[in-house]
């Protein structure tokens, strides 16, 4: 009998595309490509599923962990291959349940069956009613209970038949690389690398930039960037990251700006070189960890201050969640126990004494003549460390 075991993986949105759903589908062929690469598997693709096969049975678990991370997977479900004879199937199926029995404590199932190739003498309704008989006969325990079962049985009929008796739900999402590259401001935070986090998981890749004022902040401050963007390159793929001094731009502000704008003047330069950086890598809109009203610099004129610096979209994808809901999502996704270690940021070593609310664009443009930040912000950007991470 073949008793091959394969991992069987369900797409997320792809379906809805259309005529570009080659595209989306060798990118996540990629996505599964590079989370497996020190694994010896074939990855194959078939009617609207991918297979992963040739993994050994002791790295199905370690296969499965990663693939969670993998953006345009919906899911993940571990399935013996069989013939497409029916005396193997009932076997097949027998045994399996009879193992899954000796592990778990079940008293309910159901059998969920698809029938993809139509020559195959059993309609799925005719699956589903024999496989459900011989499974009451065999096992004198189970009942069958189509609305709430312990467990389903999955069986799909393709060119091989794949049985699984479970599903692992994954990130979602769109497959990186689907959806252009975006420039991440990165701060050691715990919002901005939930930001990325979101933009990537729509199929975005990503650079990020990281602002550092020596000696005001320490290496210790930038090590925890690094790391934080290495946790997000095990779903994003490598990141570009640029490290930019910015002690000599904050200075300037300081020492020649009204104090009350030192925030937003700082913020606008930063967006200014992050454009730059987008320039240069083909990326097409900048991302922060803002949150309407978190803080002083994130009121709604706030906002507008800042992005009266860039031409290109800033995108803001947590706007509208609360700081509970950021630490959630920080905490799923791996980041939050690095982000809350002690770190000093540029932003608060500078912070003014009473900071304006709602700026004015008029007023923040006219103080900024006070200094070259042009002449400042490229010699910055001359100066940056780039890093490939992940
Ligand atoms: P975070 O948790 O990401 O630090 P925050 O809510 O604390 O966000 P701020 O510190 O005010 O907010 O920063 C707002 C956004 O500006 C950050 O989310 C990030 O995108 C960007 N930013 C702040 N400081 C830096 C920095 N040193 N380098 C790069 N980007 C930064
Ligand atoms: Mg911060």
């Known amino acids: 009998m073949l008793m091959e075991d394969v991992l069987l993986i369900r797409y997320s949105e792809i379906h809805l595309k259309g005529?570009?759903?080659?595209?989306?589908?060798?990118?996540?062929?990629?996505?599964?490509?590079?989370?497996l690469n020190n694994h010896k598997v074939y990855v194959i693709r078939e009617q609207g599923r991918i297979y992963v096969k040739g993994l050994r049975q002791c790295e199905t678990d370690e296969a499965i962990d990663k693939l969670k991370r993998v953006f345009g997977i919906h899911s993940v479900s571990r399935a013996k291959v069989f013939k497409k004879d029916w005396d193997t199937i009932c076997a097949g199926v027998t045994g399996m349940v009879e193992r899954l029995l000796n592990e778990r404590d079940c008293a309910t199932f159901k059998v969920a069956a698809r029938r993809?190739?139509?020559?195959?003498?059993?309609?799925?309704?005719?699956?589903n009613r024999k496989l459900g008989e011989l499974l009451l006969s065999r096992f004198s325990k189970l009942k069958v209970d189509v609305h709430d079962p312990d467990f389903i049985i999955g069986v799909e009929v393709r060119d091989e038949v794949y049985v699984y008796t479970g599903e692992t739900g994954c990130s979602g999402g769109m497959p990186t690389g689907t959806a252009g590259r975006v420039v991440l401001l990165i701060s050691g935070g715990i919002d901005s690398p939930a930001a990325g986090f979101m933009l990537a998981k729509r199929?975005?890749?990503?650079?990020?930039?990281?602002?550092?004022?020596?000696?005001?902040?320490s290496e210790r401050a930038k090590d925890k960037v690094i790391e934080l963007t290495r946790l997000l390159s095990l779903y994003a793929g490598t990141i570009k990251l640029h490290l930019v001094p910015f002690t000599?731009?904050?200075?300037?502000?300081?020492?020649?700006?009204?104090?009350?704008?030192?925030?937003?003047?700082m913020r606008r330069q930063m967006m200014k070189i992050a454009e730059m950086?987008?320039?240069e890598d083909g990326a097409k809109a900048l991302v922060t960890g803002e949150s309407l009203g978190q803080v002083a610099s994130q009121t709604l004129e706030s906002l507008a201050a800042t992005d009266d610096a860039v031409k290109i979209p800033v995108f803001r994808p947590l706007i509208g969640f609360d700081k509970d809901d950021i630490m959630d999502l920080a905490r799923k996704i791996g980041t939050y126990e690095t982000s809350i270690l002690p770190y000093e940021d540029c932003c608060t070593?500078?912070?003014?004494?009473?900071?304006?609310?709602?700026?004015?664009?008029?007023?923040?443009r006219a103080s900024e003549s006070a200094a070259d930040f042009e002449d400042l912000n490229v010699h910055a950007l001359a100066e940056r460390e780039i890093l490939n991470i992940g």
Do not use: M, W
């Open 349 to 364: 070593v500078f912070v003014p004494r009473h900071p304006v609310t709602r700026p004015s664009v008029d007023s923040v």
């Open 277 to 279: 950086i987008a320039h």
């Open 203 to 217: 199929g975005a890749e990503l650079s990020a930039v990281h602002f550092y004022s020596f000696p005001y902040t």
């Open 116 to 127: 993809s190739d139509k020559q195959f003498p059993l309609n799925s309704d005719q699956i």
């Open 248 to 265: 000599e731009i904050q200075t300037a502000v300081y020492e020649k700006c009204p104090s009350k704008e030192t925030t937003v003047l």
């Open 19 to 35: 005529l570009n759903r080659p595209f989306f589908e060798r990118k996540l062929i990629e996505g599964i490509k590079r989370a």
